[in-house]
T-cell receptor, first 113, second 115 residues
Framework: DAKTTQPPSMDCAEGRAANLPCNHS???????VYWYRQIHSQGPQYIIH???NNETNEMASLIITEDRKSSTLILPHATLRDTAVYYC??????????????FGTGTSLTVIP | DSGVTQTPKHLITATGQRVTLRCSPR?????VYWYQQSLDQGLQFLIQ???????AKGNILERFSAQQFPDLHSELNLSSLELGDSALYFC??????????????FGEGSRLTVL
């Protein structure tokens, strides 16, 4: 898996968009970018993933740069319940057995009232 | 609710003891993963099973072992426990076939405290 780099912490005002950056400059062509989050001591939760196109779902949007060396997770209207550690993972999905994700240290996002 | 069930939720034991953590994956998922999360080390991948067979090993100590049974539930056995084994242990499951979604479903974890 390509190494990913994220800022250790960020703050965001409630109701505003939270933009979480991730650098993955050594990502290979067949590696997807995944985002997970972990709300205090709960099990990590899948948010979104993408290969090269921008993606959107009910939770967030994922913007991947054209050269795929970085990406941004956007939570459009952050709420207090979005306070969590956000993990960016670059990983190849292949083989019969599925995925062994290696989580880094992530970004601790604090949404401020 | 992810559909992954872990028991027990909390466990307190003494050094030198042995414990077993249990995980029931989501219905239909063939792969089970174990992760350890301690305060100073973050989420560490331990081991993965697919349809009863070990598929990948991460930073799992020799004192730890795991298995996946024919009904696909998995157990993580921790022996000769040390204070440093105190952590949250998460189980995750996935469908385990070639696919692009790559989504892991995590349980709520088992919190182990070694005194």
């Amino acid at each position: 898996d390509a190494k990913t780099t994220q800022p250790p912490s960020m703050d965001c005002a409630e109701g505003r968009a939270a933009n979480l950056p991730c650098n993955h400059s050594t990502i290979s062509g067949n590696e997807y970018v995944y985002w997970y989050r972990q709300i205090h001591s709960q099990g990590p939760q899948y948010i979104i993933h993408g290969l090269k196109n921008n993606e959107t779902n009910e939770m967030a949007s994922l913007i991947i740069t054209e050269d795929r060396k970085s990406s941004t997770l956007i939570l459009p209207h952050a709420t207090l319940r979005d306070t969590a550690v956000y993990y960016c993972i670059a990983h190849t999905t292949w083989g019969l057995a599925g995925n062994q994700f290696y989580f880094g240290t992530g970004t601790s996002l604090t949404v401020i009232p | 609710d992810s559909g992954v069930t872990q028991t027990p939720k909390h466990l307190i034991t003494a050094t030198g003891q042995r414990v077993t953590l249990r995980c029931s994956p989501r219905s239909g998922d063939l792969s089970v993963y174990w992760y350890q999360q301690s305060l100073d080390q973050g989420l560490q991948f331990l081991i993965q099973y697919y349809n009863g067979e070990e598929r990948a090993k991460g930073n799992i100590l020799e004192r730890f072992s795991a298995q996946q049974f024919p009904d696909l539930h998995s157990e993580l056995n921790l022996s000769s426990l040390e204070l440093g084994d105190s952590a949250l242990y998460f189980c995750a499951s996935s469908l385990g076939i070639v696919r692009r979604t790559g989504e892991l479903f995590f349980g709520e974890g088992s919190r182990l405290t070694v005194l």
